[in-house]
């Protein structure tokens, strides 16, 4: 017999089996038959070490193991994509797009539940396989993608390439894998996405071969070098190569396309074998991809529609409570652990003691679990069916959980306050909120921090932390206080005084008061000044500034100017950077509504324009709108602007008041 012959048949023979079976779905030979030639090539190569192929199906039973993944860096950066949550999302996507001057063509695939994997090959053959890591250093676990059998160890062309796809493992998998372990008392894996990760991250990759990962190719490098110029081209070359790619990847021509795809996906997401967690569309000449662009993390190009969010039931344990900064106190579940759209929820906000009342929720309650935007998780109500009878009612408390002190609920208002103002978690969660992102955004003071300066008594007041530059060789005395990072706090708290009045006013704490309705305020005002000498009653005159509100703005100032002086001594800027209030009685306290397509402008150019004179734009129609601005394929909004005889402006229309604008 010719070794070295009947080696070279097997392997084409096993090779070619396993691409039927793993990417074709059309299996030639049986079970039996793949593993009684498997075992005759194992034996064959034993005995013939020479003729040792590197793309020999053997490679694929793992065996190897690591000491460490070493890092590699990408050739070219593995951007994640950003997200879209909903159909006016996609439209804005769409007329990002056509600002550029360029007519949208999509190809839309379904968003795998996996992780990224770079594969590079090499006159054909597989050479190195990287997982994203941070996009711009992955991790290099050849070993690992081998024991991959859609992954082909040889590509059906000779040629040197690199193509990016998604690792995943299909749901049964996972559930017989669940299984094994609960034999060995072995927590569960708690998703696909993680036990996938977890699995290609084997240093033994023996291991990584039992857990039987699949891997969908979706994206060719440097197309360009194979006279490719779109990305649905790309895909069938893709599968030319021997790749496994995704059958229901589709090409479409607009909007109206995608959100047909999405439905069509949307539908059939369970009956997948494995998970998807949306939809991901791209442009799709590879030309006009360049000219479109990146941010620092996205390609502009592209984008992800996420699925919306999906419910689980689990047990209500206890319900607690916590102090806010401004002395609200707030309930919370505290639940049997419970894995929802991919993250473990063992808490949750019930809002306030009427929320619970209203959902008529007790303490042992099996409860439904969702996160809204797919991000908070929230107690949506209580399965009343399953009670056994021995739960408890809430019962809400009277005194604050940290100081003691008897908790007082103004007339008119559902949240029950703390008016201590000296209690230690209004006081450390006021400094927190103060230095956070959409605050004053001082870079470096996390919420740990903060907590220990307070403890330290290094910070008991918002103006200590600019007293923290006279203290800094009292803060070098403590573990973890460096100098170069204590400079860089107090370089940041210093600047932090030019952050503008929007911030200020968000900072500070005033009830009621968020990010966006303190830019309404500074906007309007421009100087702290000016508002503080506003009545209740000028104030409520201001859209989305109602009675409550007004009041909380007018006592706020009323009972803490003191305070503001305080700041404004210490360089505290109450001016609004770049503020200019601008009129226009077609604008000015006019609340819009912008629906469908209009040429020559995103809906978010629309928007500042709108804003920049004082107009406020809202997503929903209701009989306080004033004006409906209609683009091409409006929707539902156009039809209720219609019925409720609300004020229209086309294209034209809008166009005319913009060019009129002073």
């Known amino acids: 017999m010719d070794a070295k012959k009947r080696i070279e048949t097997l392997i084409e023979i096993l090779n070619e089996a396993s691409k039927r079976y793993y990417v074709l779905d059309d299996p030639t030979i049986t079970d039996q038959e793949y593993d009684k030639y498997l075992r005759e090539l194992i034996t064959l190569e034993e005995k013939y070490p020479e003729y040792n192929y590197p793309d020999s199906p053997t490679k694929r039973v793992g065996g190897e193991a690591v000491d460490k993944f070493n890092k590699v860096i990408h050739k070219t950066p593995m951007l994640s994509l950003s997200n879209v949550f909903n159909e006016d ?4 996507f769409d007329e990002r797009i056509k600002k550029e001057g360029i007519k949208p063509q999509y190809v839309c695939e379904q968003k795998i539940d996996g992780l990224s994997i770079s594969l590079i090959y090499q006159n054909g053959l597989l050479v190195q396989g990287i997982t994203r890591g941070d996009g711009l250093t992955g991790e290099d676990v050849t070993n690992n993608v081998k024991t991959i059998k859609s992954i082909p160890l040889k590509l059906n062309e000779n040629i040197d390439v690199e193509v990016r796809g998604e690792v995943f493992m299909h749901k049964k998998t996972l559930a017989k894998l669940n299984q094994e372990r609960e034999k060995e008392n072995l927590p569960a894996l708690a998703n696909v996405r993680n036990a996938a990760a977890g699995s290609l991250r084997q240093l033994d990759s023996k291991i990584a071969a039992e857990r039987e990962l699949d891997a969908f190719i979706y994206y060719l490098m440097e197309p360009e070098k194979f006279g490719i110029k779109t990305h649905y081209e790309a895909i069938n070359y893709l599968k030319k190569l021997g790749f496994k790619t995704m059958e229901d990847t589709r090409l479409v021509e607009n909007v109206d396309g995608i959100l047909k795809y999405i439905q069509k996906e949307t539908l059939k997401r369970d009956k997948l074998t494995y998970e998807i967690d949306g939809v991901v569309m791209k442009h799709n000449i590879f030309r006009e991809q360049q000219e479109i662009g990146y941010t620092a993390k996205y390609p502009k190009w592209a984008t992800a529609y996420k699925f919306p969010a999906e419910e689980v039931l689990t047990k209500l344990k206890d319900i607690i409570f916590t102090v806010g900064r401004t002395g609200r106190i707030t309930p919370n579940a505290v639940l049997e652990p419970v894995i929802l759209m991919g993250s ?33 998780p929230a107690v949506t109500g209580a399965i009343i069916e399953r009670r056994k009878g021995d739960e408890k009612d809430f019962q809400m408390i009277s005194n604050c959980p940290m100081c003691d002190t008897p908790l007082v609920k103004k007339e008119g208002q559902v949240d029950y306050f703390c008016p201590n103002e000296t209690c230690p978690a209004r006081n450390i969660n006021s400094l927190i909120h103060y230095v956070s992102r959409d ?20 910070v008991k007041r918002i103006p200590d932390f600019y007293e923290l530059k006279n203290k800094k060789e009292q803060l070098l005395e403590f573990d973890g206080y460096g100098e170069q990072s204590i400079n860089k706090i107090l370089e940041n708290i210093e600047a932090s005084k030019q952050s503008g009045l929007a911030r200020v006013l968000y900072a500070i704490g005033i009830p009621g008061i ?7 305020l500074a906007h309007r005002f421009g100087n702290i000044d000016f508002l503080m000498k506003e009545s209740i009653e000028d104030l409520v005159n201001i859209p989305d500034i109602g009675e409550t509100l007004a009041s909380n703005v007018y ?17 505290i800027s109450m001016n609004e950077i770049g503020s200019e209030r601008k009129q226009n009685d077609l604008i000015t306290n006019k609340k819009f509504v912008i629906t ?15 804003e920049s004179y004082d107009g406020i734009v809202s997503e929903s129609v209701s009989k306080n709108t004033d004006i409906v601005i209609v683009g091409e394929n409006p929707g539902s909004k ?5 019925s409720l005889n609300i004020e229209i402006w086309n294209e034209e229309k809008l166009k005319e008041v913009f060019a009129n604008l002073q």
């Open 89 to 92: 999302e996609i439209r804005e």
């Open 344 to 376: 473990t929820i063992s808490r949750a906000t019930l809002h306030n003691a009427d929320y619970v009342i209203s959902k008529n929720l007790k303490i042992g309650d099996i409860v439904s679990i969702k996160k809204a935007g797919d991000v908070i």
């Open 439 to 458: 605050a004053m955004n001082i870079e470096g003071l996390g919420d740990e921090i903060v907590e220990e300066l307070y403890n330290l008594g290094f």
């Open 514 to 520: 968020g990010s966006k309705t303190a830019k309404v």
């Open 555 to 571: 006592n706020y100032f009323l009972e803490h100017k003191d305070f503001i002086e305080e700041l404004k001594s210490i360089g």
């Open 596 to 610: 469908g397509t209009i040429d020559g402008y995103s809906r978010n150019e629309i928007k500042e324009v709108l």
């Open 638 to 642: 156009y039809d209720k602007a219609v």
